[in-house]
């Protein structure tokens, strides 16, 4: 059974930069083809895909944000790592980590629970 | 990017009305779609993938069509717990886009 849990700061202040961690069991991303991924909601939103690491360190990103995050995997410790620099209000949203695969069945079908992270001063 | 557009935005039936949603890509994505729900304050939910086929653990109520750039989400029987915002995923080509969002909601 997959299972994937996001943690991280529930207020951050404008500027500072955004560190959340996607800790999960069921899998490795050692694994041929596994990869995790970060969505996001803004509240009352829709869904958002942010970034997508792969079991062999390939990682994709929104082109609108690229500048701004960074992903990177520890396999030891099956998690996975979004950094978001600059942070703004607009960020104000509920991030969620999915697990995916490179071949066969490529949709997100497994998420966590998600984490609501808040922007202010 | 792929734009997905999602119609209607909301809608409002009853306990064992016949639903569907439809979802249009910008340009043609072949059958690299998933639908998803979403109930109020939980994570999305993996319904369909590759435009038909049905995620494991999913009732066959629930069924998908469509290749190109329309699809289509139907709800043969709506149940009471099917009250919830259905999402559309194109993961044709990078990067990964979703479609808007569908609110069900109880007639």
């Known amino acids: 059974q997959i299972t994937l849990k996001e943690s991280g700061p529930t207020l951050v202040k404008p500027t500072q930069t955004l560190t959340l961690t996607c800790t999960f069991s069921g899998f490795s991303l050692s694994t041929n083809g596994v990869g995790v991924a970060w969505i996001r909601q803004p509240p009352g939103k829709a869904l958002e895909w942010l970034a997508l690491i792969y079991w062999d360190d390939d990682k994709r990103y929104s082109p609108s944000l690229k500048s701004r995050l960074t992903i990177s995997k520890d396999t030891s410790k099956n998690q996975v790592v979004l950094t978001m620099t600059n942070v703004d209000p607009v960020d104000t949203a509920t991030y969620y980590c999915?697990?995916?695969?490179?071949?066969?069945?490529?949709?997100?079908?497994?998420w966590g629970q998600g984490t609501l992270v808040t922007v202010s001063s | 990017d792929i734009q997905m557009t999602q119609s209607p935005s909301s809608l409002s039936a009853s306990v064992g009305d016949r639903v569907t949603i439809t979802c249009r890509a910008s340009q043609d994505i072949s059958r690299w779609l998933a639908w998803y729900q979403q109930k109020p304050e939980k994570a999305p939910k993996a319904l369909i993938y590759d435009a038909s086929n049905l995620q494991s653990g999913v009732p066959a109520r629930f069924s998908g069509s469509g290749s190109g750039t329309d699809f289509t989400l139907t709800i043969s029987s709506l149940q009471a717990e099917d009250f919830a915002t259905y999402y559309c995923?194109?993961?044709?080509?990078?990067?990964?886009?979703f479609g808007g969002g569908t609110k069900v909601e109880i007639k």
């Open positions: 999915a697990h995916r695969l490179s071949f066969g069945e490529l949709h997100f079908d497994s």
């Open positions: 995923q194109q993961y044709n080509r990078y990067p990964l886009t």
